[in-house]
């Protein structure tokens, strides 16, 4: 089983690989671990690219979280079995940031790279509220399930995740 997440920040991506990999035994790879080094700096993209790739060759199945589309993001929706997009509503994905911010304040969450902790900035919430949701972005998840009709689910709420996990662990019992 190979799963892909993607959605806006907020949304609870990073849980949801998390819980899958728990409950599925599988691998998980969240590509903020990826893209950011100790003390946020930003990664070379080759490098990160190589990270990913090689990742997904080591791996048979797996749980790939995060939108990062210079990380190999076609391939990584091609050789999905399934792709969940996250697309909560921005106050949702707003309180969840904050529960996770204080949750981990001054700490790394376990989904993020050490030395990177836990913060609620101006640049953080503009990303979170506005330039993080803007049209091309939420076109670019549209257009992303659009592509594969056949493995890419659109969650806008907590019930209806609630469901594809549901379907998605009894489909590997």
Excluded at 36 to 52: M, N
Excluded at 56 to 81: C, F, K, P
Excluded at 142 to 169: G, S
Aim: proline letters at 4%.
């Amino acid at each position: 089983m190979r799963i892909a997440i993607i959605g806006y920040s907020g949304s609870g991506k990073s849980t949801l690989a998390r819980k899958l990999g728990e409950r599925l035994a599988i691998p998980v790879m969240y590509l903020d671990q990826v893209h950011w080094l100790p003390g946020w700096k930003e990664r070379d993209d080759d490098d990160a690219r190589a990270v990913v790739a090689t990742f997904m060759n080591d791996h048979e199945s797996w749980v790939i979280e995060g939108n990062y589309t210079n990380l190999l993001y076609d391939e990584r929706m091609t050789q999905a079995d399934v792709i969940i997009v996250m697309l909560f509503g921005r106050f949702r994905c707003c309180a969840r940031a904050v529960r996770r911010w204080l949750r981990y304040r001054g700490a790394s969450r376990p989904d993020m790279t050490p030395g990177c902790p836990e913060k609620i900035d101006a640049e953080f919430a503009w990303w979170l509220l506005i330039k993080g949701r803007n049209a091309a972005r939420r076109q670019r998840f549209v257009d992303t399930a659009y592509a594969h009709p056949d493995t890419a689910i659109i969650v806008r709420n907590p019930a209806q995740l609630a469901h594809v996990r549901t379907i998605i662990e009894r489909s590997q019992k």
